[in-house]
């Protein structure tokens, strides 16, 4: 079976590890226009959008994007029924190849983007993780962008994960809004 050509995660977290709030929501004051633009572009290169239930991304061309849904409320894989370009996705029941494959695209390039538990499951398969830091947002208690934050960083876990600290690109100055896209290195498998 094809592996996926690219694999790449987009987060925003908040100063303490944070993807939203206690209630799993996202504040206004975690939602930055330049972040927004970022993580729009990246998602109009990839061929598959992953996600869990509860995050889908919500932007004008959304609809155009092939997407697998996680959730344990189907056995393997199943049709939604609301979109032809998304399958729901259980990974107890079927591999991440056999569920790109049932979407028809073996070895497509893939954006991973969350939750916390989505995020995990491919920390050993990203080839770039884009980790954009919010400052001045604190989200105590709330979803971390990895199930080890906070007792860790979500730097120290892309690292642990065999990530490198790759190219900071300062998305708004005036905010001091800033993403670093963490890569594999050759050496390491995935
Ligand atoms: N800041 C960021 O970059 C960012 C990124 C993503 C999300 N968020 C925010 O975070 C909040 C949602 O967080 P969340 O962690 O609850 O979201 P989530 O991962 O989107 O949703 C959780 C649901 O996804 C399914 N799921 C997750 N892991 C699974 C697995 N291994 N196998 C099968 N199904 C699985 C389950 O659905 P079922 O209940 O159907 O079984 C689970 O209840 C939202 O506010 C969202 O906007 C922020």
Redesign the pocket.
């Known amino acids: 079976m094809p592996r996926p050509r690219r694999i790449e995660g ?4 908040s100063e303490d590890g944070m ?2 709030n206690a209630a ?3 504040p206004d004051s ?1 939602k930055f226009e330049a972040d927004r633009r970022f993580f729009e572009h990246g998602l109009d290169r990839v061929d598959v959008v992953v ?5 889908h991304e919500r932007q004008p061309r959304s609809y155009l994007r092939r997407r697998l849904i ?4 189907v056995a393997a894989i199943a049709a939604d029924p609301s979109n032809e370009k998304a399958l729901f996705w ?3 029941g079927a591999s991440f190849e056999q569920a790109l494959a049932a979407l028809g695209t073996p070895g497509g390039s893939v954006g991973v ?6 995020f995990g ?1 491919f920390l050993d398969r990203y080839d770039v993780f884009h980790l954009t830091r919010a400052p001045d947002v604190r989200l105590p208690g709330g ?1 971390p ?1 990895f199930p080890e934050v906070p007792a860790r960083t979500p730097e120290d876990v892309l690292a642990r994960h065999g990530l490198d600290r790759g190219r900071r690109q300062v998305l708004d100055p005036a905010k001091g809004l800033a993403v670093v896209s963490w890569q594999r290195s050759s050496q390491s498998e995935r």
Do not use: K, W
Not at 10 to 13: G, R
Not at 51 to 55: N, Y
Not at 113 to 118: A, P
């Open positions: 987009y987060a925003i977290v993807l939203a799993g929501v996202m975690f996600h869990g239930r509860h995050s996680l959730t344990r409320h259980n990974p107890a983007i969350g939750g916390t538990d989505v499951m979803r962008v």
